[in-house]
């Protein structure tokens, strides 16, 4: 029991997808501007990531493992994820409109996000368990959707504040994240 | 090699057959038409328009919760292909333009000094902003920064400028500005914008029943503007030309110049503006919104029913006039005389209202040559009810239909009619007149009799002068032209010859008691003061209400409530809606007899109703409206800052020359004056206005 917990916290906080792994900056940055979004964008990758984790997983262990073919990761997962998002889409519009709508444009989004396919490459490499596998990707999703909103709500102040003209918009971002990130090295001990 | 082709090839197999699995089972249906109106669209993804996404936009597009112009980037052409596709009308692609109401910026005072971000938004979150005002322009700028296409800049009086040309209407500024300034309209939600208590107004356009932007239009007329203060003037009253001469500018009581001083002089200004551009020879370009294929009936052609069909047209619906009287303008044209409103003007303007494509029919009369089951069976989808009130009020006293005796409206028109060669018979004229009556119907009479030609004209009235309900102005024209005024007199009979022609009139002197319902101190009459007066034509014109006797000859028409005055009843007096929801009703005929500027105030409100009704949506008072009311905090009790002008003087005829002839009395301001008189405003708002330069 206390290995999960060192894992969701080691994933959550220590090895934080975005803030210490940088991965997955592009939806981190395009997305953060208001919160509405930023919580429409991690409600996705939580939903795509779990499944993406699990199933990448399997793919691994039952696919490539067996057949010798462990250096066709790369290309696999990408075809995986690309096609479990195109499902998911077409299972959520079907049977749970609602939630189709509020994800919106997020959930195609994702077909290109790094830090899904990251995650999933980051529970190979450290050779997880299934069930740590399911573990680790659900708590780099919400390590996500943590330090995204996280972020949203910081640049819905920065917007009041006087930047001086260089360095508006996505110059005081970049800025701003770096000092997140730097914060977010003091997890390092934890673990 | 082999293997890893091979099982690369397996996977994506496994994936596609999935996917193609899948796509069967959790198959929705789509309108096939999104996907080709998204092809149409620009594919930019930029949300401007408030969707996510371009497939979301056109997906609101077929379901008909966008307009065809949804898409904020790719312009009219694409509206209309999309429009097409639909087969729907491009109505709504009338082009959206975010208009500032604000112009107090800098000029307004401030409640404390500010040096956080420039930012509306963090102000707003300190006491609702610096400024004392609560609905106006803070100047950060917020709909600058919203705004992607660099179509709003901050101007040097410190409210925002829109560019019209460069403006979308993408509506970002209307959501970044935290005060409700910067509307995203078309014009046809100018048109049927009403004015609310939370609008940047100034005192005078508060006042005006027809709800005008006074400040709007002065000021365009000191910058220059002429056209574009016809416009504005347009965008609430057709009848510019009418007003201009024969209102009795209620505006200007309210005006704030009029507290220290003169008042500005509003009503001469309209009229210097509606006349140069009759005189330009050039009409005005009028927008109309594309056709919508509703019809509707328009019952009476006078200023309520040509403000009605004017709106209504301008919104896109087929109108179509009918008129009981030769020729259009009502009252306008039958009651007013020529001298305070020549005909060939009238005719100009109603010309220019009929040349937006409106029919008219006309010497055709309700319950008589028509009916309302006729105009249903005509496939009319609304009627708008404004009859006016034609039906003159009776003394009840003896003798009164002798011969020489009129009433006020029946003498009016059938002179009317005949000068402007519309048929009747002369009205043979006595020497010795008497008009009873204190309202403008009394007065247009006694000047009308000294103009034919009559020895000696008196006006009866029961009450003083300072009761008499006729507007100041044309009491004094009256004076000067040599009316005699009898006041506190009560007619008791009319005394006849024997040729049963009118001989004398019998009147009680009067004095005045407690004031009545009207505040107006009610006449009580002394005893044994019974005083004759020799005449030979008398006028009665105490007033005049609507005829309903149409009502009485139409089984269906028994569900049209009536008031006890006769006018037709609405559940509601802001949405005109009468109890039979098809009709529609203003003017005269719902208000009784009252201001030409209130029937075609009344006649907008009525054309807003008929538009929802006809758009399927509820029909309902307009939010926070101010309708006959003030917004407290924008009266005021002083004004500083003023310096003292002259009230620009209105040039008239002599009264030796206007009284042998019909010409026009009142003469049209120079341009130089008028210029001069539109200084004189303080175009003021709420709270703020410009101060007289030291």
Redesign the interface.
């Known amino acids: 029991m206390d290995e999960y917990i060192v894992l969701i916290v080691s994933c959550i906080f220590v090895n934080n997808i975005l803030l210490a792994q940088f991965l997955g900056n592009c939806p981190f940055f395009g997305t953060s501007k208001k919160m509405e979004t930023a919580v429409g964008m991690s409600m996705a990758v939580i939903f795509v990531l779990v499944l993406a984790g699990v199933i990448t997983w399997v793919?691994y262990n039952f696919?490539?493992v067996p057949?010798?073919?462990t250096?066709?990761r790369t290309?696999?997962f990408i075809?995986?994820i690309a096609?479990l998002v195109?499902?998911v889409e077409?299972?959520l519009?079907?049977?749970i409109p609602a939630l189709y709508a509020g994800l919106?444009?997020f959930l195609p989004l994702i077909t290109t996000n790094c830090a899904v396919f990251g995650a999933c490459v980051i529970n190979i490499d450290k050779e997880y368990s299934f069930m740590k596998a399911l573990v680790a990707s659900f708590s780099f999703a919400v390590g996500f959707g943590l330090a995204l909103i996280l972020f949203a709500g910081l640049r819905e102040r920065i917007?009041?504040?006087?930047v001086p003209g260089p360095l508006q918009d996505t110059s005081i971002a970049l800025v701003a994240a770096g000092i997140i990130s730097l914060t977010f090295f003091a997890f390092r001990g934890m673990v | 090699m082999f293997e890893a082709i091979l099982a690369m090839l397996g996977l994506g197999a496994a994936c596609g057959s999935i996917l193609g699995i899948a796509s069967r089972v959790f198959y929705v249906y789509e309108d096939p038409r999104i996907a080709e109106v998204e092809s149409l669209l620009s594919g930019a993804n930029c949300g401007g328009c408030g969707y996510t996404g371009c497939s979301a936009a056109a997906a609101a597009a077929v379901s008909g919760s966008a307009p065809p112009s949804v898409c904020v980037v790719a312009g009219f052409e694409t509206a209309m292909e999309v429009g097409q596709l639909l087969g729907v009308d491009v109505g709504s692609a009338e082009p959206r333009l975010s208009f500032n109401e604000c112009d107090g910026g800098h000029r307004a005072a401030d409640k404390y000094y500010y040096i956080g971000v420039n930012s509306c938004k963090a102000l707003t979150a300190m006491y609702g902003g610096k400024r004392e005002c609560s609905i106006g322009c803070l100047g950060q700028g917020d709909c600058v920064k919203a705004c992607s296409f660099d179509a709003i800049h901050m101007g040097p009086d410190g409210y925002p400028v829109v560019d019209g040309n460069k403006c979308v209407g993408c509506g970002a500024c209307e959501t970044a500005c935290p005060k409700d300034i910067l509307h995203v309209q078309t014009t046809s939600d100018r048109l049927l914008h009403f004015n609310r208590d939370i609008d940047a107004l100034s005192p005078c356009a508060q006042t005006c029943p027809a709800e005008i932007d006074i400040a709007r239009y002065i000021t365009q007329i000191r910058e220059g503007d002429y056209e574009g203060a016809v416009q504005t003037i347009r965008e609430r009253n057709p009848l510019l030309l009418t007003c201009g001469r024969v209102c009795p500018h209620p505006c200007e009581s309210y005006c704030r110049r009029g507290i220290e001083e003169d008042p500005v002089s509003i009503n001469q200004l309209k009229r210097f503006v509606a006349d140069l551009e009759m005189n330009s020879g050039r009409r005005y370009p009028i927008k109309c919104a594309p056709n919508t294929g509703k019809r509707i009936a328009v019952i009476g052609g006078g200023p309520a029913g040509l403000s009605c069909a004017f709106f209504l047209r301008r919104l896109g619906h087929d109108v179509t006039i009918f008129e009981m009287m030769p020729k259009l303008g009502g009252m306008v044209r039958y009651g007013i005389p020529e001298y305070r409103l020549p005909k060939e003007t009238l005719q100009w303007e109603i010309d220019g209202i009929l040349n937006l494509g409106i029919e008219c029919i006309t010497n055709v009369k309700l319950g008589e040559d028509f009916d309302i089951q006729s105009l249903a069976d005509a496939r009319f989808d609304a009627i708008f009810l404004g009859v006016g009130a034609w039906k003159d009020y009776s003394l009840r006293v003896d003798g009164e239909d002798l011969k020489g005796c009129f009433t006020g409206i029946d003498f009016l028109s059938r002179f009317a009619t005949h000068q402007q060669g519309d048929g009747g018979t002369d009205i043979p004229i006595g020497r010795r007149c008497a008009v009873i009556g204190g309202g403008n119907t009394a007065i247009d009479c006694v000047r009308t009799l000294i103009r034919l030609g009559a020895e000696e004209v008196s006006i009866i009235y029961r009450r003083t002068r300072n009761e008499m309900p006729a507007n100041e102005v044309e009491i004094v024209a009256a004076e000067e032209e040599g009316v005699k005024f009898a006041f506190l007199a009560a007619p008791v009979q009319v005394i006849g010859d024997e040729n049963g022609h009118v001989k004398q009139l019998e009147y009680l002197k009067m004095e005045l008691g407690e004031p009545d319902a009207s505040g107006r101190r009610r006449p009580v009459p002394i005893e044994g003061s019974e005083t004759l007066v020799d005449i030979d034509m008398l006028v009665t014109a105490i007033g005049q209400g609507p005829d309903v006797s149409f009502r009485d000859k139409e089984k269906d028409l028994e569900a049209l409530n009536i008031t006890r005055w006769n006018t037709i009843d609405a559940d509601n007096e802001e949405t005109l809606q009468s109890s039979i929801p098809y009709i529609f009703s203003a003017g005269d005929a719902f208000t009784g007899a009252s201001l030409v500027i209130e029937a075609i105030g009344g006649g907008r409100r009525a054309a807003r109703s008929i538009h929802q009704y006809l758009s399927g949506d509820e029909i309902k008072p307009v939010d926070h409206s101010l309708y006959k009311r003030h917004i407290p905090e924008s009266l005021f009790e002083q004004v500083d800052g003023l310096q003292n002008s002259e009230r620009a003087k209105m040039p008239e005829l002599p009264v030796a020359e206007r009284i042998k002839t019909f010409e026009e009395v009142d003469l049209v301001l120079s341009e130089e004056t008028a210029r001069k008189e539109s200084k004189r405003c303080l175009n003021c708002c709420r709270l703020c206005y410009n101060q007289d330069a030291a």
């Open positions: 793919v696919m490539l057949l010798n073919l250096y066709l290309i696999a075809l995986v096609s195109q499902f077409m299972f519009k079907k049977s919106g444009i917007l009041l504040a006087r």
